[in-house]
């Protein structure tokens, strides 16, 4: 079956410190997104793409946080200078086009983060 | 009102019983209600979805149940197995511009399954 990987699995980081996140989404899908999940809670919406454009961004995705396809399979989310709060498990997914196929909307095992 | 509100928070059932869990939403815009089973350490991962013009959709022992006026849908899990014991996170879909699909998730249920 398809899948969505994420590298890497874990990733330690200073504050201050500039981190890409990198994903393989589903080779059809033409729809990809970034979520994270604080440990604990609920899964956060951050940012969706297609076309190579943000299609549409949540209030956590300001300037520090940006996306990339940067060839024709990866996915990658930046952030240029973490700080403490951004310690959280971030998961890329892709979906195919709507309106009749969100079932394949795909999540990968996630990044967790961690910042000290 | 972009919300999804789940309930229970935490939930503890005896092998072979039903798990039930219940969301609420306001915004009529939603067109799509996924359910997702998450382990620990892992993506959530799809179980079953329901489009609002459905009332029920069962699938093996997993049924959605789906009220449009009230605006609430559930999960009702049949014959639990300790192998269910995982996080449920209901959520709806909206679209954003581009027909991109932006999934707002519950709080998550976290169920136990005792054997």
């Known amino acids: 079956e398809p899948e969505v990987t994420q590298t890497p699995s874990h990733q330690v980081t200073q504050m201050g410190q500039e981190v890409i996140l990198r994903c393989v989404p589903i080779?059809?899908?033409?729809?990809f997104y970034w979520y994270r999940q604080i440990l604990g809670q609920k899964v956060e919406f951050l940012v969706s793409?297609?076309?190579?454009?943000?299609?549409?961004k949540s209030e956590i995705f300001d300037d520090q946080f940006s996306v990339e396809r940067p060839d024709g399979s990866n996915f990658t989310l930046k952030i240029r200078s973490t700080k403490l709060e951004d310690s959280a498990m971030y998961f890329c997914?892709?979906?195919?086009?709507?309106?009749?196929?969100?079932?394949?909307?795909?999540f990968g095992s996630g990044t967790r983060l961690t910042v000290v | 009102q972009q919300q999804v509100k789940q309930s229970p928070q935490s939930l503890i059932v005896q092998k072979g019983g039903i798990s039930i869990i219940n969301c609420a939403y306001e915004?009529?815009?939603?067109?799509?209600f996924p359910w997702y089973q998450q382990f620990p350490g892992k993506g959530p991962a799809l179980l079953i979805a329901?489009?609002?013009?459905?009332s029920e959709k069962k699938e093996g022992r997993f049924t959605i149940s789906f009220n449009k006026s009230a605006k609430q849908f559930s999960l009702h899990i049949m014959d639990s197995q300790p192998g269910d014991s995982a996080t449920y996170f209901c959520?709806?879909?909206?679209?954003?511009?581009?027909?991109?699909?932006?999934?707002?998730f519950g709080q998550g249920t976290t169920l136990q399954v005792k054997p």
């Open positions: 997914a892709s979906s195919e086009p709507p309106p009749s196929r969100y079932d394949g909307y795909t």
């Open positions: 959520a709806a879909l909206t679209r954003s511009s581009g027909n991109t699909g932006k999934l707002i």
């Open positions: 793409f297609y076309n190579n454009e943000i299609s549409e």
């Open positions: 915004n009529t815009a939603f067109d799509y």
């Open positions: 329901i489009r609002p013009d459905v």
């Open positions: 080779s059809n899908h033409l729809y």
